[in-house]
């Protein structure tokens, strides 16, 4: 309760201050003229019938008569008459009230004649005009902070747009530059590529897989929402490929999948990203731990698992973000039905698995006829040849 008073007293400090001098002032001045100061009740009963009828009128009364132009011709006259008539009405029965508590001395009785209609009409007109001339400032004001406010705005949209204009167009040379950069790119592999393909037929073919990836990935983006299972497993070869001969084939690493997941639409750089994860995190050169990746049909299912003994000389850098991502854009694109799981077991290897449901999957793979066949297939084996086993 204390705590709303002084909130309501620092609100209005600077009308109680005002207040308080005017009644100081007109008090003191009429009392000086007259000769006569009144009974302080006198002047608190109505002071405060003036107080009450100056926010009623500047709050209440105006608004009211003014909020649109075409009832003001007989609001306003209205809303003056009643206002006229409260107060001549309470200050009579306050003045009859004070005099019969002994308070005022009146000499003879109180009518309410026009001569005292007449003299409390010039003072709550003169009171009215106070309270129009407040309405009118506070008006003001109010219009004044909508002005600030909106020209404020107007400012911040043309600060928002200037920044929204410099921002495209930076997008726009960064898009032009993306346009360039890799054109110069392959252009430069592609000299590489015809000079040392005569010395060296592996480096040779090591820079045309390592342009086919960079191309892949730079067009990524235009590749649509679902692409073919397939044209990332090609890119898994291709990886594979750049990392045994970086190690001279020294890598443990097995790509398993049955040919009719080949056909499958499938939102990109997921199989690629966690074949990178393995590349990143895992331990491919200990012997009878090879890194698996399997993409098979089950259960009405697409799975893709992978299994890889973790590198612990490696630093785990980001948290699985790779993987979290993954997961993210899994359940975006094929809802809750999707399962993806990963942890690391008892032996030290980092498993990964990935179920998508038939019915979720978008694009061709809704209606091929999947074979229930076992045949596996292993890319890229040892010498980069392609084994089928039964």
Known sequence: MKG?????????????????????????TIGWLLGVFGNPITYVAHYVIIIFLFYLHAN?????????????????????????????????????????????????SLVLNFQYSLKTFFRDLYFIGFATGYFFLITYNKEKRKTN????????????????????????????????????????LDFIYHNIVSLSPTAADTVITLAEMMRYAI?????????????????????????????????GFQLQYEEDVRQI????????????????????TEHGHD???RIYLKDGA?????????????????????????????????????????????????????GIPFSQLK??????GFSPGNDIILPHDSAGQTKIIG
């Not at 499938?266 to 990203?273: A, E, Q």
């Open 219 to 251: 067009d990524s983006d235009k590749m649509g929402d679902f692409i073919p299972l397939g044209d990332e497993i090609d890119q898994v070869e291709n990886l594979l490929y750049l990392n045994q001969i970086r190690k001279n084939h020294g890598l």
């Open 291 to 293: 890194a698996l990746v």
């Open 363 to 368: 694009g061709p793979g809704e209606s091929l």
């Open 60 to 108: 209440w009364s105006l608004p009211w008569a003014l909020k649109t132009s075409k009832t003001i011709m007989w609001k306003l006259p209205l809303v003056l008459l009643l206002e006229i008539l409260v107060f001549i009405l309470i200050s009579f029965f306050v003045d009859k009230l004070l005099i019969n508590i002994h308070v005022l001395i009146n000499k003879g």
């Open 4 to 28: 709303i008073f002084t909130s309501w007293l620092k609100k209005y400090r600077l009308h109680i201050l005002i207040w308080i001098v005017f009644i100081l002032y007109e008090s003191l």
């Open 149 to 188: 406010e909106l020209e404020k705005q107007r400012l911040n949209d043309i600060i928002y747009r200037q920044k929204s204009e410099q921002e495209l167009t930076k997008a726009q040379n960064a898009f032009l530059k993306a346009q360039i950069n890799p054109h110069f790119l392959f252009n430069t």
């Open 302 to 354: 697409l799975f893709i698992e992978t299994d890889n003994l973790i590198d612990n000389k490696k630093k785990v850098a980001g948290n699985h973000m790779g993987l979290s991502n993954i997961q993210h854009r899994l359940k975006y694109a094929y809802g809750d039905d999707v399962t993806f799981y990963y942890h690391t077991d008892d032996t030290n290897h980092f498993k990964v698995q990935l």
């Open 265 to 284: 639409h499938l939102i990109p750089l997921v199989l690629l990203t966690m074949v990178e994860n393995i590349f990143k995190h895992g331990n491919l």
